[in-house]
C-alpha cells in the first residue's frame, strides 16, 4: 500500500469513528436534549465530511474552473452538498465516506492487478559493471555503449544484450518466459537483458546500447499496454463523456419540473435528485471494465505471454482461426542433413554434391544453407565461388570451381529448362544441377517441436474451429507434419509474398465468423503478423523483431500457451460484460426507484458504491487463470 493510499486509509478510519460516535448522539437525541441547536448538528456533520471529502471537493472546484466539471467528484460534490442544504446531514457525510471507501478500494485493486505486469518491471537492470583496462566500475546501464566489456557475476541480473566472452553459466529467464528453466552459456552464447546469473561469473561484449536492449523493449510495451484501449473500453469512455452530463441535466429537471408542474415542495424533489445523482455516477463501469483488461493482460504476463493492450486481448477472444507459419514455430528450424541422393548415371557422389551445395550456399544465411555447410563440415573456400545469385523463394545460382550450378527447389531448374525426378521423401529437398543438367538431391529434414500436437489440441478445447499451417515446403513434406500435429488445413509450397495473400484469403472466408490469428517467428513472418488480425511472435526470449511485429509475444516460443491466452481473452471479456450488464441494471433500477420516491440515499450509496466494489471484485478474477 503506497502513502498515498495509507492516508485515505487513515482519513477513513478517523472519519468512520466521529461519524458513528455523532451518528448515534444524533440518533440518541443527545444533541437535541443538550440544546444543540441545527446549525450546531450542521458543523458537527461537517467536520467528518471536509475530512473524508476535501480532496473530492478540491478536485470538483478545480475542473469546473478548468471547464471540465462534469465527472463523478461533480456529481458527488453536487448531491452531498444538496443533501446538506436539504437537512440530510448524516446522508451526505455517508455518502462521502463511503464513495471514498470505494476509491480506496479501487485503488488496492488496480495495484493488485499492476503487480503481475509490473513485475515485469523487476527485470530492469539497476547497474552494469564496465571493466576498463582491468578495472571494474559500477555504472548506470545506459551510460554502457556498444562494444564494451561488463561483467556479470552470479545473482546479478544481466543489463545488456551481448556475446559472451569468457566464462560459463547458467541464466535464469524466468522474468522474461514466466518459466523457470535454466539456460546454459559459454563463450560465443548471446545473452539477453532482464535474465539473471545463476552462478559463474561471465565477461560479455555489449551489442546493443541500453535503448535497444530487449529489456529495454519489454518495458516499453509494458508500459505501453495500458494506452491501447479495447472496443468496449473506448466506448465506455465515449458513454461517460456525455453521461455525466445527460445525468445532470436530468437531475436539475427532477429537482425542478415537478415541483413547479404538480406543485408542492421542492425538499423532496431535490432529495430525490439527489439520489439520482449518486445512484447515476459511472465509476463502476469506468474503472471496472479498464480493470479487467488491465488483469487479463496481467494473468498472461505472468505465463510469460506480453499482450500488447486491451483490444489484442479482445480480438484474441474472438478468434476461431490460427493460421501458423511451420518452420520455427510448429517445428524447431533445427535442419539436418538426413539424406544425399546423388545421380550416380551422371558420375555424382555423395561427397561431391553434398560439397558443390555447400560452397554454392557459403554466403546465404538461410538455415538450409546453414544445416547444408554444416553436413559439409569443411572449411569453404569462397575464392572458388563467383556470381553468387539468389533467387528469392527459390534457390541459389553460383559459378563454382567453373561450373554454373543451382541449389533450390524445381521452380528453380524448371526456369532453367532442366528436368528433376519427383522425390518422395518426408523434408524440404533441395535440388542441384550442375551445367544446365539435374545432378542429385539433398534432403534436409527439420523436428517437430515437443508439445505441438498437445498446443493443437488445447486450441481446439478452447474453442478454435480451424488450424491452418502455411509453408514454403513441399506438399508431402507439410502433409506429413500436419498429420503428427493435428493441423485441419496446409498451403504448400509457398513464397514469402504468397504467405501474405493466403492469409487475406482466410480472412475473407472468415469474415463475420470469427478472428484470425497468425503465428509466426515474426523475423520472416513480419508482413503477415501486421496483416493478421493478431500477430502472435515466437519471441526466441525476446527477439526485437517479435516484439516489434507481433501484438502479442510467446516469450519462450512455447505455443502451448495459444490456448491460455485465449481462454484469458474470453474470461476477461465475459467479465467485462457482466460488470456492464450488473451496473447498468442495478443503476437503472435504483434511478426509477430514486425519481418515484421509493428509494432513500442509502439504497443510491450502494447503486454506486456496493455495484463498483463488486464490479471490482469481479474484475479481479482476469487475474486467476487455470490452464
Known amino acids: 500500500m503506497n502513502k498515498k493510499m495509507k492516508k485515505t486509509r487513515n482519513r477513513i478510519i478517523i472519519t468512520l469513528i466521529l461519524f458513528f460516535v455523532i451518528f448515534i448522539l444524533d440518533k440518541a437525541n443527545v ?21 473524508i471529502g476535501y480532496d473530492v471537493l478540491k478536485k470538483a472546484f478545480m475542473h469546473i474552473i478548468r471547464g471540465q466539471a462534469f465527472d463523478e467528484s461533480f456529481l458527488m460534490t453536487v ?23 470505494g476509491e480506496l478500494f479501487q485503488s488496492y485493486a488496480v495495484g493488485k492487478s499492476r503487480e503481475s505486469i509490473t513485475e515485469m518491471m523487476s527485470i530492469a537492470p539497476e547497474s552494469a559493471n564496465l571493466e576498463k583496462d582491468g578495472v571494474i566500475e559500477e555504472v548506470d546501464p545506459e551510460d554502457v555503449e556498444q562494444g564494451d566489456i561488463i561483467v556479470i557475476r552470479a545473482g546479478e541480473k544481466v543489463p545488456l ?22 539456460r546454459r552459456v559459454s563463450v560465443g552464447d548471446e ?6 546469473n545463476d552462478k559463474g561469473t561471465l565477461k560479455v561484449r555489449v551489442t546493443k546500447a541500453y535503448e535497444d536492449s530487449t529489456v529495454a523493449k519489454i518495458l516499453e510495451l509494458v508500459e505501453n499496454a495500458a494506452t491501447r484501449k479495447a472496443r468496449v473500453e473506448k466506448f465506455i469512455t465515449r458513454f461517460a463523456r456525455w453521461y455525466t452530463p445527460v445525468v445532470t ?32 455516477c459511472p465509476c463502476a463501469l469506468v474503472i471496472s471494465v479498464p480493470l479487467g483488461f488491465f488483469g487479463g493482460i496481467g494473468a498472461a504476463s505472468k505465463k510469460g505471454v506480453l499482450v500488447k493492450g486491451g483490444n489484442f486481448l479482445e480480438t484474441i477472444s474472438e478468434t476461431t482461426t490460427i493460421v501458423f507459419d511451420k518452420t520455427g514455430t510448429l517445428t524447431k528450424g533445427e535442419f539436418k542433413v538426413t539424406k544425399i541422393l546423388p545421380d550416380n ?33 569443411k572449411n569453404i573456400d569462397i575464392s572458388r565461388v563467383k556470381d553468387a545469385k539468389e533467387e528469392a523463394g527459390h534457390g541459389l545460382a553460383a559459378n563454382v570451381d567453373g561450373k554454373q550450378v543451382l541449389v533450390g527447389n524445381s521452380a528453380l531448374l524448371n526456369a532453367n529448362g532442366i528436368t528433376a525426378p519427383e522425390i518422395a521423401e518426408n523434408g524440404t529437398v533441395v535440388l542441384v544441377a550442375v551445367d544446365g543438367s539435374y545432378a542429385g538431391a539433398i534432403v534436409i529434414s527439420d523436428v517437430i517441436k515437443e508439445g505441438a500436437a498437445e498446443a493443437i489440441r488445447k486450441m481446439k478445447n478452447v474453442g478454435i ?24 488445413e496446409i498451403h504448400a509450397e509457398l513464397l514469402p509474398a504468397d504467405k501474405v495473400s493466403e492469409v487475406e484469403k482466410i480472412l475473407g472466408a472468415s469474415e463475420g465468423k470469427g478472428k484470425v490469428a497468425f503465428v509466426g517467428d515474426g523475423i520472416n513472418d513480419a508482413p503477415v503478423l501486421m496483416r493478421s488480425d493478431v500477430g502472435i511472435a515466437m519471441g526466441s526470449l ?12 510467446l516469450m519462450d516460443d512455447d505455443i502451448r500457451k495459444i490456448a491460455s491466452v485465449v481462454k484469458i481473452g474470453r474470461k476477461t471479456m465475459r467479465i467485462v460484460r457482466e460488470n456492464i450488464t450488473f451496473a447498468l441494471a442495478v443503476k437503472f433500477a435504483v434511478i426509477i426507484l430514486g425519481a418515484l420516491g421509493l428509494a432513500n440515499m442509502w439504497e443510491a450509496v450502494f447503486g454506486d458504491v456496493g455495484v463498483t466494489v463488486l464490479a471490482i471484485l469481479n474484475s479481479m478474477r482476469a487475474l486467476r487463470v487455470k490452464d
Open 79 to 101: 448531491a452531498t452538498v444538496a443533501a446538506f442544504a436539504i437537512g440530510e446531514f448524516p446522508e451526505a457525510t455517508a455518502v462521502m465516506l463511503f464513495y471514498q471507501i
Open 161 to 182: 544484450d551481448g556475446v559472451v566472452i569468457e566464462g560459463e553459466s547458467f541464466l535464469n529467464t524466468a522474468a522474461l518466459t514466466g518459466e523457470n528453466v535454466p
Open 31 to 51: 444533541l437535541k436534549n443538550a440544546g444543540l441547536p441545527e446549525i450546531g448538528r450542521l458543523v458537527l456533520y461537517v467536520i467528518p465530511y471536509l475530512i
Open 191 to 196: 545473452v539477453i537483458s532482464g535474465c539473471v
Open 249 to 280: 441535466i436530468g437531475a436539475v429537471l427532477l429537482a425542478v419540473v415537478p415541483p413547479l408542474v404538480l406543485g408542492g415542495g421542492f425538499a423532496d424533489w431535490i432529495h430525490r435528485a439527489c439520489i439520482f445523482l449518486i445512484v447515476s
Open 465 to 488: 474451429r480451424k488450424t491452418v499451417m502455411l509453408t514454403g515446403d513441399r506438399e508431402e513434406t507439410a502433409k506429413a507434419v500436419a498429420e503428427e500435429i493435428g493441423i485441419d
Open 345 to 377: 548415371e551422371k558420375g555424382f557422389s555423395e561427397g561431391g554434391i553434398l560439397e558443390l551445395a555447400a560452397l554454392c550456399e557459403s554466403l546465404s544465411d538461410h538455415p538450409i544453407a546453414q544445416s547444408i555447410r554444416s553436413a559439409y563440415g
Open 542 to 553: 525476446g527477439s526485437d523483431a517479435a516484439i516489434e511485429a507481433a501484438d502479442i509475444v
